[in-house]
């Protein structure tokens, strides 16, 4: 990070959470004297003796430098001390620019900003979140209209701190000065970066992508993803205002489907039934048919579970008795069943720990799986799978059921969810941290959706066309369909 310093030794340099001197000490090393630094807290060992043991948030904002360095904390609002809070809570460029759902490091970044020098340099490590969240536009868009990000190095997943997992980002950002492109550089390890590494820069894959824009999230993507990213939203924004309102917003998956998270029986291993010609007839229908992550591919499911499921008000002695077998299962875990987390109820041994979204998952329609994680570092696909009618979904794995007032197909939606458009939506814009995509009921109902116009012959036959290619590949596995799906959503999107 001292490296990406173009100012001169001379250069008048802050470092405004400075901690133990970590910075302080290698701009020293590099020949930069002219330096400053706030801590609040003097309990450190911090050998510097110009460090001002005072809070950087309140510290006179008219004190002017050429280069702000450093890794500024973060904390969550609901995590931040109450005399932090109280001294934000009087911040002006707190309350003009931020809320509560925002991170306390953004107060170091725009604050450091307003302190540098035309030209000045900012370079910090942080996670990055804040890059594609909602809360954080205000900070980006202030950012944009006073400077520009010229530098940007992604880290992931790499363990770069003890302890700590998160993905963060190095950037350097100039003030006042105006850029069409960024240079991104995407660590290529997963182990953490040794010095050799870091300064032949051999451990990363570097691309030039443009500069962001005000408004709109940052996606770390080249030119034709981000195109590519703009033409589903566009698409989905026209569509609505044809459709509906022409004060409407975007089509989302969650205004046409119903989403839950699978149910937790906090005990997988005992729930489990693989052998079902040893139950009685009560045990039988007390079995339900389930999905895991692990069960699930791309469209289809390749294997499947039976759990035994109970929601009848019974004594232990009276299940004993119409459950023989499932008991004498139940018994040989059932300490670990009573140790289970039980969402504040009474909870019985042979009970789910939490059935949530039981009613929803009764409903007689097709549904749709997807696991709640997934890792894809190593693919460009997500796995959204048709599941029947009595197919419930368990706790790693989320479920997607269409409203009333959803016309098409659900295996138009499994078509359209499983397209490269939506997996580099999600990419770019879901909840991801470092190489892993997480597909809870918000950021799928955030997912935009290209409803058909049902007056328009050529969207019904493509609608159509897509349905049936779709039902053809789940139940044949000729990948031939999956070609005639692609061309038939690129009609409805860019003819």
């Known amino acids: 990070m001292v490296a990406l310093i173009t100012h001169d030794r001379s250069s008048n340099i802050l470092e405004p959470s400075c901690g133990e001197g970590v910075f302080l000490t290698s701009l020293k090393e590099q020949g930069y004297n002219n330096l400053n630094a ?62 509560s759902l925002c991170d ?32 954080s536009r205000t900070l980006r868009d202030y950012m944009l209209n006073n400077g520009a990000v010229t530098e940007i190095y992604l880290f992931k997943e790499a363990p770069l701190f003890e302890g700590v997992i998160s993905s963060f980002v190095i ?35 570097r691309q030039d992508i443009p500069q962001f824009v005000i408004g709109e999230r940052w996606i770390l993507a080249n030119t034709e993803k981000r195109c590519s990213i703009v033409s589903l939203e566009k698409a989905c924004e026209k569509q609505a205002l044809l459709l509906f309102d022409s004060d409407a917003n975007m089509c989302r998956i969650g205004d046409f489907c119903d989403i839950g998270n699978g149910m937790v029986s906090g005990l997988d291993k005992a729930f489990c039934v693989t052998d079902t010609s ?32 109970l929601r009848d008000n019974i004594s232990e002695s009276a299940f004993r008795r119409r459950y023989p077998h499932i008991y004498t299962k139940l018994c040989s875990y059932r300490e670990d069943l009573l140790k289970r987390y039980s969402y504040g109820r009474n909870l019985q041994m042979w009970e789910f720990a939490f059935p949530r979204n039981e ?50 197909s659900i295996y138009y939606i499994l078509a359209y969810l499983n397209s490269g458009m939506v997996f580099e939506w999600l990419k770019y814009n879901g909840i991801v941290k470092g190489e892993i995509v997480e597909f809870s009921e918000t950021p799928l109902a955030s997912i935009p959706y290209r409803c058909i116009n049902w007056d328009d012959e050529r969207e019904v036959g493509c609608h159509n066309n897509i349905v049936k290619y779709t039902q053809q ?20 999107f860019y003819e």
């Open 38 to 99: 706030y801590e609040i807290d003097s309990s450190l060992n911090n050998s510097h003796h110009f460090v001002r043991y005072e809070s950087f948030v309140s510290a006179p904002i008219n004190e002017k430098y050429d280069v702000i360095i450093g890794n500024p904390p973060y904390i969550r609002w609901k995590n931040l001390e109450e005399e932090l809070k109280e001294e934000l809570e009087v911040s002006p460029l707190w309350k003009r620019y931020f809320n």
């Open 104 to 135: 306390y490091f953004f107060i170091f970044i725009l604050k450091s900003i307003e302190q540098l020098n035309d030209n000045g340099e900012l370079i910090f490590i942080c996670p990055e979140y804040w890059m594609n969240t909602t809360h």
């Open 171 to 205: 950037f350097k950002y100039i003030k006042s000065q105006r850029t069409e492109q960024i240079s991104f550089y995407k660590y290529l390890k997963k182990s953490k970066p040794t010095k050799e590494d870091l300064i032949g820069k051999t451990c990363f894959e």
């Open 278 to 309: 040893v139950l009685n007839e009560d045990e039988k229908a007390a079995l339900i048919h389930v999905y895991k992550a692990k069960d699930l591919q791309q469209y289809y499911n390749i294997t499947d579970s039976y759990y035994f499921f």
């Open 359 to 408: 009613t929803l998952f009764k409903k007689e329609q097709e549904r749709i799986f997807v696991p709640c994680k997934e890792r894809i570092s190593h693919k460009q696909y997500f796995r959204f799978a048709i599941a029947d009618s009595t197919t419930y979904p368990l706790q790693d794995v989320t479920a997607i059921l269409k409203k009333q007032n959803c016309k098409e």
């Open 473 to 492: 590949y789940v139940k044949t596995k000729d990948i031939q369909n999956l070609s005639f799906i692609e061309a038939n959503l690129n009609t409805l």
